[in-house]
Structure formats: structure tokens, C-alpha cells
């Protein structure tokens, strides 16, 4: 495991840990309610029960049960569970530099870790006592997860030996910028801020010119200083984004403003309170800031963007190259009337349940 590049080791462990959790969830879902947890022993009373107590008999003859169904009274099965360190030592190597450098500077990060993995090791040995490794839809998902880490690692291996480390050369980079000049120009935005009262499609006439009144009311108040544009956002406001944010809405392309709010918005002076627009979803009161004119971003503010999007151009080429040479290399032979027998079976099986 040492010879793994450090460019996805985080990768590995993360995967698995991701794969294992999501083959696992389905099955004890569907299958929890057949099967006991065994009690570990910490977790098991002090108190000896009275066999001559009926009650307590009962609670003596289950513990029993329970402990032998694990391999010992009250001692689960921990043969090939245990964890040695070795195996902490791979494990570690495994982390990223960040989690590594934590528990190795802190002596109780470190046993808290430790705790982690004896965790997850009694967790596996329940899991075994009980037969859980040995279902048939189990066994085979854990296949399926083993074959998409297999899968996964191999194809990050021959991506990092075949992209060179100073992949992309900044030629490559500014002519990418050049060519695609478009691609970063940034058209003309302003700054919004907005209370909107919604009309709800049950308002009749009435209804919504209470609202209108409202939102004129509100307007009067924020002019006169009785309010300040947040608090009335804050206590008025119908939208998530603009009650918590202080009304601001952010920098919004002006080609995306509805034509009867963006004319009254631009037609207001920065900070200053538009009278109540109507729309068909409801009131505004608008305030507008600063009007960002059309501009082309340049290029050192996009440069490491552009090597990012290259850098994963290159990839998706390379695993199309290498899932055609592998289909050629080693070849999965059917015949159009396996696939079609195959798809009528499955299909005839979905209909009956």
C-alpha cells in the first residue's frame, strides 16, 4: 500500500469507506428485523440475576442464549477481528496529511482514533456472528463494491502516469484563453436589494390591495427613517433569501430582471427606495447599488480555472482510450439473441411482481 501515489490516497480510503457504507445500508435496511444485535459485554447489567426469581430467569436464560449465539458467554467472536499495529500503520498511511498530522500530535486524538477502528472492528464481528457475511445479495454487493475500488484505482493509476506533473504548459493555458475569449466575459449586473409580499392565487382584488397598501406603508417608513432597509426585509419579507440577507438578492445579470422591475430599478439612484412594483407574484420594494458594466475577466483571474477544465478534458480522453483498449484487450462475447433473451427475462419478471 505504500507504493500508492499520495494524489488519491484520500481517494482510496474514502471510497471505501463510501462503497462499504452504501452496499451495507440496503441490506441491513431491508433485513435488520431478522437478526439480534449480540450486547457487548460493557454494555451488559452488573446484576447477577436470581434464578429463582422468574422474571430474572427469564433475563438469565436469554443472556445465555445471546452469548452463545456469539461464540462464548458474553465474548463475541473475534477471530480475524482484531487490529494490530500493522494495520494501524496502513490506516494511517491512508489519511490525509491534515487527519494524519492531528492524531500524531495529540496523544488524545490518537486514542480517540483508536476507538474509531475497535469501534468498527466489534462492529464487524457482531456483523460475522450473526451471518451477515454469508448472505448470498450481501456477498454479492461486497463483490460489486470490491470490483468498482479495483475498477477506480487502476484508472487513477494510469491517469497519473500518463499526465505529465507540470500538465497543462501555460502556452497551452493562455492560448485556451485566447481562443475562448467569450467564455469569460461577464455581461452587464447590478446590485438588488428587495422586501417582496407575495400574492397567493387565492387573493381576490381586495386582498391584494391590502398588500399594495402595505408595501406603502413600508416604503413611507423606510423614507422617513422608521425603518432601515434590513430590518424591513428581516420583518416583512416573503423569501429566504432576501428575509435573511438583509434584502440583498446579490449581483443579478440584468438580462435576467423582469422587464417591469428593471426598469424602475434602474431608474433609481444607489441606495435609494423604489415605490411598490406590482408583478403578478406579488409586490416589490426595491433598492438598487452599483451598476458592474459589461467586462472580459483577465486571464490571471482565470488562469487556474482554465488549467483545472484541461486538466479534465485530458482525463475524460485518457478513460475513453482506456475503456476502448481494455474492451479490445479483453473482450465480453454475446450474441444479440443472449441480450435479447436476457432483457425479455428481466422484463417478464418486473411484470409479474
Not at 399594495?212 to 416573503?238: C, H, M, N
Given at each position: 500500500?505504500?507504493?500508492i501515489p499520495l494524489l488519491f490516497k484520500k481517494f482510496l480510503s474514502w471510497t471505501a469507506i463510501i462503497v462499504a457504507v452504501v452496499l451495507s445500508y440496503g441490506y441491513l435496511a431491508q433485513n435488520i428485523h431478522t437478526w439480534e444485535l449480540p450486547l457487548p459485554s460493557f454494555m451488559q447489567s452488573d446484576r447477577t440475576p436470581n434464578p429463582k426469581d422468574k422474571q430474572s430467569g427469564e433475563i438469565l436464560r436469554q443472556g445465555n442464549n445471546q452469548a452463545s449465539a456469539i461464540g462464548g458467554p458474553g465474548q463475541p467472536e473475534l477471530a480475524g477481528f482484531s487490529l494490530d499495529f500493522a494495520e494501524v500503520n496502513q490506516i494511517v498511511k491512508l489519511l490525509d496529511n491534515q487527519q494524519r498530522d492531528k492524531i500524531l500530535s495529540d496523544f488524545e486524538a490518537f486514542q480517540n482514533f483508536l476507538q474509531a477502528e475497535f469501534i468498527n472492528k466489534s462492529i464487524l464481528a457482531a456483523a460475522h456472528a450473526n451471518k451477515i457475511d454469508q448472505n448470498a445479495d450481501f456477498?454479492?454487493?461486497?463483490?460489486?463494491?470490491?470490483?468498482?475500488?479495483?475498477?477506480d484505482i487502476y484508472l487513477k493509476q494510469l491517469i497519473i502516469s500518463k499526465i505529465p506533473g507540470?500538465?497543462?504548459?501555460?502556452?497551452?493555458?493562455?492560448?485556451?484563453?485566447?481562443e475562448n475569449m467569450d467564455k469569460f466575459r461577464v455581461v452587464e449586473r447590478v446590485q438588488v436589494w428587495q422586501v417582496f409580499l407575495p400574492f397567493s392565487p387565492s387573493f381576490g382584488t381586495k386582498v391584494r390591495d391590502e398588500v399594495?397598501?402595505?408595501?406603502?406603508?413600508?416604503?413611507?417608513?423606510?423614507?422617513?427613517?422608521?425603518?432601515?432597509?434590513?430590518?424591513?426585509?428581516?420583518?416583512?419579507?416573503?423569501?429566504q433569501t432576501g428575509k435573511y440577507n438583509s434584502g440583498y438578492l446579490g449581483l443579478i445579470k440584468l438580462s435576467d430582471i423582469k422587464p417591469e422591475i428593471k426598469k424602475p430599478l434602474l431608474a433609481l439612484k444607489p441606495g435609494k427606495v423604489s415605490e411598490p412594483v406590482s408583478t403578478e407574484e406579488g409586490v416589490h420594494i426595491l433598492m438598487r447599488g452599483s451598476v458592474l458594466p459589461e467586462q472580459v475577466l483577465a486571464y490571471e483571474e482565470v488562469r487556474d480555472r482554465i488549467s483545472q477544465l484541461l486538466v479534465k478534458q485530458l482525463q475524460a480522453k485518457l478513460i475513453r482510450s482506456i475503456n476502448e483498449q481494455a474492451a479490445s484487450a479483453y473482450p465480453i462475447e454475446i450474441t444479440e439473441d443472449q441480450k435479447e433473451q436476457w432483457w425479455l427475462k428481466l422484463r417478464t419478471r418486473e411484470l409479474e411482481k
Open positions: 500500500m505504500s507504493s456477498q454479492f454487493m461486497a463483490k460489486r463494491g470490491y470490483e468498482t475500488i479495483l475498477r507540470d500538465f497543462p504548459p501555460e502556452e497551452q493555458v493562455k492560448a485556451y484563453y485566447d399594495k397598501k402595505k408595501a406603502e406603508s413600508i416604503v413611507r417608513d423606510l423614507r422617513i427613517g422608521e425603518l432601515d432597509f434590513a430590518t424591513a426585509a428581516e420583518k416583512y419579507s416573503q423569501t
